[in-house]
């Protein structure tokens, strides 16, 4: 393995949550297509115990990133990292030290997912001399991904730091997919799995959101077939697929009452003209959720692990859900958000049942609707302590 940035896990000085990146070179992916060079992005927290039996790996949802909590680097190191490791986590309250994912116990470990944007090999990363000698990006050379290709690409670097086994595979949305293939593909390396508002295999439903905001972003005439780096990126299309997203994300009941029809301050809804007239709250609440994932996305990444999380079906070739499910033997947690609209909590029912073992579905209550699994994490941290991080 090669490391570039930060230092390597095996330091004495703790260093937690700042950037590093593996190489795990070659990759054969499901569909049979060799993807050379690969590089996944992590950080860690807390400290490999020597028989490595504290391992925790939290997987992150379709456009998360490595720091899932704050971190702290070595003394001396360069201010930028100083400043990134010490910036809140998009799971902060859930994993650190003294939480239920404390990392004065566990090592916690979170990869960057394959075809993302933020340190792994994805579509603008450049491709390696053997496919394009300029060392331009992947762009639309770029191979599908699925969840198992992902997960293959995790256990190269689980590998790489000597983690034979986690104690703890953990993930929401499509974080939670990754688990479940986790707990599926390598059930010998997989002690407890948490499936947070997740489900065994895309439906059907989710499927329909996927292609409408790959068609958003296609259809930006700055997208030009994927190869836009030499340009201007496909902004306006990968805004409108994040509101597409963003309403899958939210109850109706929330939006109705944080926003109702009201319009935003100093905005007239009412005028001659509907192209000309102001926003109600909610249209400037969507521009605003468009405009801040344009500005820390890439359009072609955000079609990878889009296409990624279609294809997410961990019975794939293993028979039914029972059969494919039959395998695990690890503890489990499911739980499901009340309010999600996008993945059910009757999917997350059909995963219980089709466990092996007695598996209960928990319920996180919330008003938020799916995105509840990254704002109920108090709820969360209790379930999993009474669960799978329990003393025995
Ligand atoms: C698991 C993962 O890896 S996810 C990785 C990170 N993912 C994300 O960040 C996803 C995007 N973020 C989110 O969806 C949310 O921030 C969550 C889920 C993390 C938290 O949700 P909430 O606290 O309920 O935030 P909410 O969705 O209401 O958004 C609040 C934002 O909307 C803005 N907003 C609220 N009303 C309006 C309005 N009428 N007009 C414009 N903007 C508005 C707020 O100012 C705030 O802006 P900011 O985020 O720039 O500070
Ligand atoms: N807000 C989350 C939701 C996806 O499940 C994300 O963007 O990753």
Same mark, same amino acid.
């Given at each position: 393995m090669t490391v570039v940035g930060g230092t390597d896990a095996g330091t004495t000085v703790r260093e937690d949550g700042v950037p590093r990146v593996a190489g795990i070179g070659e990759l054969e992916l499901e569909s049979g297509f060799r993807l050379p060079g690969v590089r996944i992005a992590y950080e860690t927290w807390g400290t490999l115990a020597p028989d490595g039996s504290n391992a925790v790996l939290v997987e992150h949802a379709l456009t998360g990133d490595t720091h899932v909590a704050t971190g702290r680097a070595r003394p001396g190191a360069p201010e930028a990292e100083r400043r990134a490791a010490q910036s809140g986590g998009w799971w902060e309250g859930l994993v650190g030290p003294g939480a239920a994912i404390d990392t004065d116990r566990w090592f916690v470990v979170c990869t960057n997912i394959l075809g993302g944007c933020y340190g792994s090999t994805g579509p603008a990363t450049p491709a390696p001399p053997e496919v394009d000698p300029q060392g331009r990006p992947w762009g639309s050379r770029f191979p599908l991904v699925t969840v198992r290709d992902c997960v293959h690409a995790e256990a190269a670097l689980a590998d790489a730091l000597g983690? %034979?086994?986690?104690?703890l595979v953990i993930g929401g949305s499509m974080g939670g997919a990754r688990?479940?293939?986790w707990a599926v593909t390598y059930p010998d390396r997989v002690r407890? =799995? !948490? $499936? @947070?508002? !997740? =489900? !065994?295999q895309s439906s059907a439903e989710q499927l329909a959101w996927g292609q409408a905001q790959k068609l958003a972003i296609r259809q930006d005439p700055h997208f030009r077939g994927g190869d836009y780096y030499d340009g201007p990126p496909p902004v306006t299309g990968l805004g409108l697929a994040r509101r597409i997203a963003h309403i899958t994300y939210r109850s109706a009941d929330e939006l109705h009452h944080r926003f109702g029809r009201s319009p935003q301050a100093d905005e007239q809804v009412i005028d001659t003209h509907a192209d000309g007239r102001g926003r109600y709250q909610v249209e400037s609440y969507l521009d605003h959720q468009a405009s801040k994932l344009a500005g820390r996305f890439d359009a072609n990444s955000y079609l990878a692990v889009n296409e990624t999380l279609m294809s997410h079906d961990v019975a794939r070739g293993r028979g039914t859900l029972e059969e494919a499910l039959s395998v695990t033997s690890c503890e489990w947690l499911v739980a499901a958000v009340d309010s999600d609209r996008l993945y059910l909590p009757?999917?997350?029912? $059909?995963? !219980?049942?089709?466990?092996?073992? %007695? @598996?209960?579905r928990h319920t996180l209550t919330s008003p938020s609707g799916h995105d509840g699994f990254l704002i109920e994490t108090p709820q969360l941290g209790k379930l999993l302590v009474e669960t799978v991080l329990r003393e025995h």
């Open positions: 983690i %034979d086994a986690w104690r688990a479940l293939e407890a =799995c !948490a $499936v @947070v508002a !997740a =489900c !065994a009757h999917e997350s029912d $059909v995963l !219980a049942a089709a466990l092996p073992g %007695d @598996v209960r």
